[in-house]
């Protein structure tokens, strides 16, 4: 099995200790240490093969971790490489800050080890899922690239990811609108159809949980039939995405924009982060079971 690579970058050795140890449990994974952002950088542009995941102090020397983060965004080899600030400044502006910096994670200091675990292993399997995909789809893209209009329906997870790769893969962004294509088609199958709760999904990724649940529920009659449908259309000046699923909705107002009551969960920034960088425009529709995602053509 291919080893996990993970870069821990904190300037105090005791942090990066506490960190080793919390994580030693999980056998695929290697881990890598730097004492400040410049060392960080060093390791991330010599890393071979390439880091899976990064974590991040904010605070330190040299290089603090907003300025870090701020220069693996901008950078085309680490922009999709997710990254776990954890750090004692914890005020709300400063949590907001890392979020839209495009932190996946905003972790306090002192954490418990299975929150850590928790939200290192949610990362990690949504990079891989996003891999995975990718590399399936490829063959599929030219030949859909002279589509106008076209509608698929998915079911699982697995089916909802490939779907987004090869959609995303049309537009002017595909890295930017995989992501938030991603999010909304994974809404639309967990949320959606199987009708798994947002505090249910917490509860689950805090167990590790999570993944089993949702092939549990896939398998109930009550569920067993449910489809959900994405529908992709080019237009003269936008592309739009149609996501339905056959659930009952939720309240999806409190999820358009990062809620401080919420920032410390491991779940429930997708919808957010997608408003805010993937699409010109997201709008719910009725219950919230249909989604159009929108994304501008440049004249």
């Keep these: 099995m291919t080893q996990t690579r993970i870069l821990a970058v904190d300037d105090e050795p005791l942090n990066l200790a506490i960190i080793e140890e919390y994580l030693c449990e999980e056998q695929n994974y290697t881990l890598d240490t730097a004492q400040d952002g410049e060392c960080a950088w060093t390791a991330l542009e010599s890393a071979r093969p390439a880091y899976d995941l990064v974590i991040l102090d904010r605070m330190m020397p040299v290089l603090d971790g907003m300025a870090l983060l701020n220069r693996m965004k901008a950078d085309a080899r680490f922009a999709d490489v997710p990254v776990i600030m954890q750090t004692a400044a914890a005020a709300p502006e400063q949590v907001r800050e890392g979020l839209a910096a495009g932190a996946y994670y905003y972790l306090t200091k002192p954490y418990e080890p299975e929150t850590l675990c928790a939200v290192v292993r949610a990362a990690i399997g949504d990079r891989h899922a996003l891999r995975s995909a990718r590399s399936r789809a490829e063959c599929l893209e030219k030949a859909f690239q002279q589509l106008s209009v076209v509608e698929f329906r998915f079911r699982t997870l697995e089916e909802a990811s490939e779907l987004a790769q090869l959609l995303a893969d049309f537009c002017p962004n595909p ?5 938030g294509l991603t999010e909304l088609m994974i809404n639309a199958v967990e949320h959606g ?3 798994i709760t947002y505090r249910e999904k917490t509860l689950l990724l805090m167990e590790n949980d999570w993944q089993a649940e949702v092939n549990r ?5 009550q569920f067993r039939n449910r489809v959900a449908r994405v529908r992709f259309e080019r ?3 936008r592309m739009c995405f149609t996501i339905a699923d056959e659930g009952n909705g939720f309240d999806w107002q409190r999820y358009l924009d990062f809620d401080p009551s919420r920032i410390f969960d491991p779940n429930g920034r997708g919808i957010a982060m997608a408003h805010r960088s993937s699409f010109c425009n997201i709008e719910y529709q009725g219950s919230g079971s249909t989604v159009v995602a929108c994304v501008t053509l440049s004249a």
């Design 217 to 221: 529920r896939l398998e109930l009659p």
């Design 235 to 237: 237009l003269a000046d």
């Design 193 to 195: 159809n199987l009708g």
């Design 175 to 179: 890295q930017g609108v995989l992501f």
